[in-house]
């Protein structure tokens, strides 16, 4: 297929002379197609407009343009500071450039890409005045915990890691925090995107940001450290023990324990063994295991018991604390603290298609996270592929409907976008009302 063939519409039905067939993998021509028939443009531009492109008079006509938008280029080549004042100005600059990635940055005091501009006043005005909370997970992260895969591999057996970390930040943001819209994003490879997108959170400065993301931290070790969680105090705090009770817990001890074959061996079960400080309990425990008995039963399991008794068995608060450190150590959610801290840090668009995968990041229903499988999320050749087959679209239809791509649409638009809107024209008009009100006391004095 070549670019003509792409610009000049229909017929990119027919590639390759074959029955719907489109090649595995990422295509920088199939990238403009999905960019022009599918990439729900106006949709993502209503969502970081929050309200503000409507006609209501408290409307800032000036939000949406002090927005940034980043594009990598083939080559990595960067254009930063990007800005648009009107969807269909995105639009067209996403369909000109055909950005193999989109980043999404703050809402500026001035519009970025007149930056240079206002620096030349002497006043320092250009700076950060709005942005999501935003969390990053990499399943890299977790190398030191599971066996099935490492770096940026994904498959099954290590994948609900990142289930378990959706889990527990999605509650602890809505039941701890009260925020309500919150947009989960597979990253396109080997994670996963958090925004939080509530006025509240949007306008948190970064001293907020870091408050909240130390908040999660639990584990503070690094790759040479035997104990990598230290849960201090007489009892957890009471957002570690719901984590630990509704999530963690039973996922480490039904899932990982066997998927990862966890106690598998010597050097697996001794980097267990490496947490517990009482040498009397880890010398009995590798004496059990290194006499090698078989059992018809998993032996992770069996391990697993064993130790659990043991310290379960002696007096102190610290041995049953070490069964917790364990259970956090490999499963708690390990987040990248510094994309949450500071109101300047990108974070890749929804919606983008991975270039080394080809998948599509897609958002995520945190109330049907366990049946996420990255796998088998829409990618860019298999939306092409539905395209060919779906044949002609009616005018008013939308191009995704006949693709694997609707559910994803219609998940980001009914759950996400719709309920963040009414709460945002809302906020436009209780604030106006407010203002409006301040002016008629003012002026009746």
């Avoid at 297929?1 to 719907?20: K, Q, S």
């Avoid at 399943?139 to 990142?162: F, K, Q, T």
């Amino acid at each position: 297929m070549t670019r003509e063939e792409v610009e000049n519409g229909r017929d990119y039905m027919l590639i390759d002379g074959e029955d719907n067939a489109v090649p595995d993998g990422f295509n920088a021509d199939y990238l403009k197609v999905y960019y022009g028939k599918l990439f729900p443009c106006a949709d993502m531009f209503k969502w970081l407009s929050y309200g503000n492109d409507g006609k209501h008079p408290g409307c800032d006509q000036s939000y949406s343009g002090r927005r940034e938008f980043s594009f990598t280029l083939d080559n990595d080549i960067y254009l930063r500071f990007q800005s648009f004042n009107t969807a269909s100005e995105l639009e067209n600059a996403i369909k000109e450039k055909c950005p193999f990635k989109i980043d999404i940055g703050p809402v500026y005091s001035v519009d970025p890409s007149k930056r240079h501009a206002y620096s030349q006043g002497g006043d320092n005005i250009f700076t950060p005045v709005e942005r999501e909370l935003v969390f990053d997970i990499d399943i890299s992260d977790y190398d030191d915990v599971r066996y099935c895969c490492s770096g940026a591999d994904v498959c099954l057996e290590c994948w609900p890691l990142m289930t378990v970390a959706i889990k527990v930040i999605d509650t602890s943001l809505r039941d701890d925090f009260g925020f309500s819209h919150i947009l989960w994003v597979y990253s396109g490879r080997r994670g996963v995107h958090c925004w939080v997108c509530d006025g509240k959170a949007r306008r948190l400065n970064n001293e907020q940001r870091a408050a909240i993301a130390d908040y999660f931290r639990v584990y503070k070790g690094n790759e040479n450290s035997n104990k990598k969680v230290s849960l201090m105090g007489p009892a957890l705090h009471p957002f570690l023990a719901r984590s630990y009770t509704d999530v963690l817990q039973g996922y480490f001890e039904k899932r990982l324990l066997s998927s990862q074959n966890l106690f598998l061996n010597e050097e697996r079960f001794e980097k267990i063994l490496e947490m517990i400080p009482d040498e009397s309990i880890t010398s009995e425990l590798r004496g059990k295991w290194l006499s090698n008995k078989r059992s018809k039963e998993d032996i992770n399991v069996v391990r697993w018991e064993q130790l659990k008794h043991l310290l379960s068995s002696k007096k102190g608060q610290g041995h049953r604390r070490c069964i917790e450190e364990i259970v956090f150590s490999f499963t708690y959610p390990r987040l990248d603290m510094e994309v949450s801290k500071h109101m300047n840090h990108l974070l890749k668009a929804p919606f983008c298609v991975h270039p080394k995968t080809g998948r599509v990041c897609i958002p995520i229903d945190p109330n049907k996270c366990d049946e996420l499988d990255p796998t088998a999320v829409p990618t860019l050749s298999k939306l092409i592929g539905d395209l060919n087959a779906g044949g002609f679209i009616a005018e008013g239809d939308n191009e995704w409907d006949g693709t694997s791509f609707v559910q994803c649409v219609k998940y980001f638009k009914e759950y996400f976008l719709d309920p963040l809107l009414k709460s945002c024209k809302e906020e436009i008009e209780t604030s106006y009302n407010a203002k409006v009100k301040q002016s008629r006391n003012s002026i009746s004095w």
